[in-house]
């Protein structure tokens, strides 16, 4: 092994210990507002205490874990104005994304955006696919109007939004209404009209945080 290769591993085994720890909290295996066990999970892991913390330092800027002094780390947990004001940024960054793609997007990378669309529309009964798709419908339509400021952090504020146990989507019947909504999306974009669009991506928003609210 070089030199290079060497140095490299200990970054590599941190950044791997963070992204196990991101799927465990994604997944509830950690939940929001509980500590987090070091030796246990070093123990579960195989590893020393070293690239856990260096770890759970990462996780920590991205607003997943919360450290606390002599108390150690905790899964953040979101309250109801931490998801109102997420809600509200999403809404001003991505309706302005929007009324931007409308207007410059080429033909293919609409018709893109039409085929996630409808992978929504196959899952709609499918609610875990359904988030999975209706997260990458979003960032593709960032990646299309291509602000990598706006996307960073639109991707730092949804990783933290899948923290929030009262998520929109959550509430019965609103997959379908979300859906109908991203359909009135596509026609405007299809239509190149950015005023319509943005102000159909600014209700989707607001749709979303009301029905966050209703599941508090």
């Given at each position: ?155 730092d504020l949804r990783r933290v939004m899948k923290l929030n146990r009262h998520h929109s989507l959550f509430k019965q019947g609103r ?42």
């Open positions: 092994m070089t030199a290079a290769a060497t140095q490299l591993a200990p970054r590599a085994l941190y950044q791997e210990v963070a992204e196990r720890l991101r799927q465990q909290i994604f997944g509830r295996e950690l939940e929001p507002g509980s500590w987090i066990d070091e030796l246990k999970l070093c123990q579960e892991m195989g590893i020393s205490r070293t690239p856990l913390r260096e770890a759970l330092k990462v996780l920590a800027v991205e607003g997943l874990v919360t450290m606390k002094v002599r108390r150690g780390a905790y899964v953040t947990e979101m309250s109801e104005r931490d998801v109102r004001e997420a809600y509200q940024l999403l809404a001003l960054l991505e309706s302005d994304a929007a009324a931007r793609v409308a207007q410059s997007a080429s033909e293919a990378e609409l018709a893109e955006l039409q085929a996630l669309h409808e992978q929504l529309e196959r899952e709609v009964g499918q609610r875990d696919a359904f988030f999975a798709s209706n997260e990458r419908f979003h960032l593709r339509l960032l990646e299309i109007e291509a602000n990598r400021w706006r996307q960073q952090i639109v991707t997959l379908a209404e979300s859906l109908a909504e991203h359909r009135a999306l596509m026609q405007a974009l299809g239509q190149r009209d950015g005023a319509t669009a943005a102000r159909l991506m600014r209700a989707h928003f607001e749709n979303g945080l009301n029905a966050a609210a209703a599941q508090a």
